[in-house]
């Protein structure tokens, strides 16, 4: 048998690099993992707009207005954090496929089909062993489903799309100083990577440590001149992390999620290093939602976690010699990866769960490249069967994690799939409860939907959500007085609850408490200034007590906020036939016809005042006008 270096062979390539692979192989094996990709997250495909989806692309206003790029990346509009990398590829897709969900669930699909490409070119750079499997692996492993099938988490996939193309520049400077030769192009590309990776998800923030780590591996001296050319990495990463602090303190909670003394926290952090460890290599009864776990340092079989990682962490450090650099170097960048998420800072997130799959996209790297590498030294031990085993071996377990993957994407085929799936494995959860409530509100089976409201409010007495989707079925059950019974209920545990406002002006108008309903509306505009229904709502009852230009005033705003809506288009054109402005008015109902061809109202509106201009012998009336 040939002998190489380094006797540790690849599953599936042989040697550990592209020089020992020819351009054919090497081709076919890319295309092999695109279609691998393309195979497992097929269902995930014909999948919908589930949680959050709302928030980050149906109704996220920022999307679609005209000024939208402008407020994506110079203002704080955005529902969630600072993320204008993605709202912009969003805003993008928008323009060729409207909302239809396939092309978003396509792209996160290609995105990380990409990384896995890239990540096979970084382990190459860095000459681990495995490769090929290694980033197969990563590609098609269950836990990874989370961050390709939820399409809010683009950012998740974007964020990694730019931080291995920056680390791979990195790795390139790192050469071409020891060579003299382009060293300051690559360095400003690797940088400038850097912060559109930051601009996706500001966890990127943890790459300086992948940056450390990969000079160590690569036995170059880090002195100052080194931690010199990291620190710009740093310092914007922390800039970063210091706005997402920030917008999650003030912005989102107003307070913290994490009710944990210090001690408590490091217990939390050393639990979910193992429960993360755990799914990786058994990667079972995967959820969209975890147990919320109760954390006291006064359970002695908390410490467990604690005394494990202290015992693991010895003992590579004791037997670093034989494990070599490259087994610590994955172990801490699985650490340090994950660090963000651990709960030793507190995250909106942590209302629900500790935990989630989508925050090991990255880390997870880590201990995958090592298994990987410590299976193909196994193999090495089997002689003149090692190429068939290895072999072997290597489908073996792409087609057990390929499988599990491909069921994983089924449950996220809807909202109502996606939390009864929660539920069978986390049937507490006071949010699967809430959510799967307002999918089945959504269908119609309002009694099943009370049930799971009632159910969070025995957990949470204090949730103004759930008080506002009550209210909701007893509108909709014709139980006007108990539905404003629960809108004034939510009102109570949070004044600030936007839709309960709403929701109550709605009904208020609906029973001619036009002024009342009106207060409600602005109550709900005021705190929530992008609320384009709230906006029209408002609109509608200022027209009908005849303010006029108050109400075009409204609609222009709901146009600000959400262009297409095509009844805003068709009360402005009402409104302004009041005031006696019919050529405007008729821009007006063309544009809402524009968007609704079949909107029946105006199509009327424009026929009517068609009628009346010729009917007067109007010079500027057109000879001819069609509608559908």
């Not at 799914?279 to 006291?296: G, R, T």
């Not at 449950?411 to 799939?417: A, L, N, W």
Request: aromatic fraction near 14%; charge should be positive.
């Amino acid at each position: 048998m040939k002998k190489i270096k380094n006797p540790i062979i690849s599953i599936i390539n042989e040697g550990n690099g592209v020089q020992h692979t020819s351009k054919i192989r090497f081709f076919a094996a890319a295309v092999l993992i695109i279609a691998v990709c393309i195979a497992v997250y097929s269902p995930a495909m014909k999948a919908g707009f589930i949680w959050d989806d709302d928030d980050y692309v149906t109704e996220n206003p920022v999307v679609v207005v005209p000024d939208g790029l402008h407020r994506i990346w110079f203002t704080f509009d955005q529902p969630s954090q600072y993320f204008p990398m993605v709202y912009t590829t969003f805003r993008l897709e928008h323009k060729l496929w409207g909302f239809m969900p396939f092309g978003y669930h396509i792209t996160n699909i290609a995105l990380h089909t990409a990384n896995a490409l890239l990540l096979w070119r970084i382990l190459i750079y860095l000459s681990v062993p495995g490769a090929w499997l290694a980033a197969a692996i990563f590609a098609i492993h269950p836990v990874q489903v989370e961050s390709v099938a939820w399409i809010t988490e683009r950012k998740n996939v974007l964020m990694t799309f730019f931080y291995m193309l920056s680390f791979l520049a990195w790795l390139r400077f790192i050469d071409g100083a020891t060579r003299q030769r382009f060293s300051r192009s690559f360095y400003a590309m690797s940088l400038l990577l850097y912060v559109f990776s930051l601009l996706s998800k500001t966890t990127a923030c943890t790459m300086p440590a992948a940056l450390a780590l990969s000079l160590w591996i690569k036995h170059v001296r880090i002195d100052a001149r080194r931690w010199g050319q990291i620190a710009p990495y740093v310092l914007l990463g922390l800039a970063m992390g210091t706005i997402t602090m920030w917008r999650e303190y003030y912005k989102a909670l107003g307070g913290t999620t994490l009710n944990l003394n210090p001690l408590e926290r490091i217990l939390l952090a050393n639990k979910a290093l193992w429960f993360y460890v755990g799914k990786l290599l058994w990667p079972v009864n995967l959820s969209f939602s975890y147990p919320k776990w109760e954390i006291s340092d006064s359970n002695p079989y908390q410490y467990i976690w604690l005394f494990g990682s202290i015992l693991a962490a010895w003992g590579m450090w004791h037997w670093r010699d034989k494990i070599g650099r490259k087994a610590l170097a994955a172990t801490v960048f699985f650490v340090a990866t994950l660090s963000p998420m651990l709960g030793l800072l507190s995250l909106y997130t942590f209302l629900y769960s500790y935990v989630a799959d989508h925050y090991q996209y990255v880390a997870c790297i880590g201990p995958i490249a090592l298994i990987t590498a410590a299976g193909c030294y196994a193999v090495t031990r089997f002689g003149r069967w090692e190429k068939i085993i290895a072999k072997t071996g290597g489908f073996a377990v792409l087609a057990v994690l390929g499988t599990l993957t491909w069921q994983q994407c089924h449950i996220y085929k809807d909202i109502k799939t996606l939390w009864s799936d929660v539920l069978l494995k986390n049937p507490h959860s006071w949010i699967a409860h809430n959510n799967l409530g307002a999918a089945l509100q959504l269908e119609g089976s309002l009694d099943e939907a009370i049930g799971h409201y009632l159910y969070v409010l025995k957990v949470r007495p204090n949730d103004a959500e759930v008080y506002n989707n009550i209210g909701i079925v007893f509108q909709l059950q014709g139980k006007t007085d108990e539905a404003v019974n629960y809108y004034r209920k939510a009102l109570q545990v949070n004044p600030n609850y936007v839709n309960a406002y709403y929701n109550m002006g709605k009904l208020l108008q609906a029973q001619g408490k036009t002024d009342a309903a009106i207060d409600c509306y602005r109550q709900a505009v005021r705190r929530k200034p992008y609320f384009a229904e709230a906006h029209y709502s408002l609109g509608v009852a200022l027209q009908t007590q005849g303010k006029t230009d108050e109400a075009i005033s409204c609609y222009l705003q709901t146009l600000r906020f959400k262009p297409d809506f095509a009844e805003a288009y068709n009360n402005i054109g009402s409104a302004l036939m009041v005031k006696g402005k019919p050529d405007e008015a008729i821009e007006y109902f063309r544009q809402a016809l524009k968007i609704r061809p079949d909107y029946p109202k105006a199509q009327q509106n424009l026929i009517n005042i068609l009628k009346m201009q010729e009917q007067s012998g109007e010079k500027n009336a057109p000879e001819k006008e069609t509608t559908k």
